[in-house]
């Protein structure tokens, strides 16, 4: 059974910093891209940063470079979404979500679109307050 079970999820004030953290279970998680997306109330879902874990390679939304870092860890299944210099704007709903690599992709960028990824966990609120 496949299971993304997101955490860390907080209110913290304009300025913070938080981290999120998802753990996957019955994927083999080295032919995987994993994504973090966000859901605003009254908005669409969006990308927010992904990394293939078979190469590492790793995309950013244009507004959370410089301050979001997504990372792998191997040995507990575990991705992180560190998250800085947080503001208003960042306040969603986040999610974690899995992609299967196609083998000729192993070395090209994460999919940035959600309609690639095919498990998803059940989300992490982050409010952040002005």
């Known amino acids: 059974q496949v299971q993304l079970v997101e955490s860390g999820g907080d209110l913290v004030q304009t300025g913070g910093s938080l981290r999120l953290s998802c753990t996957v279970s019955g994927l083999p998680v080295s032919y995987y891209s994993m994504g973090w997306f966000r859901q605003a109330p009254g908005k669409e879902r969006e990308g927010v940063a992904s990394?293939?874990?078979?190469?590492?390679?790793?995309y950013y939304k244009d507004s959370v470079k410089g301050r979001f870092t997504i990372s792998r860890e191997s040995t507990q299944h575990n991705v992180y979404l560190q998250m800085n210099n947080l503001e208003p704007k960042d306040t969603a709903m986040y999610y974690c979500a899995a992609a299967k690599i196609p083998v000729a992709r192993r070395y090209y960028d994460p999919p940035t679109s959600e309609k690639a990824y095919r498990y998803w966990g059940q989300g992490t609120q982050v409010t952040v307050s002005s």
């Open positions: 990394i293939n874990w078979y190469c590492g390679v790793t």
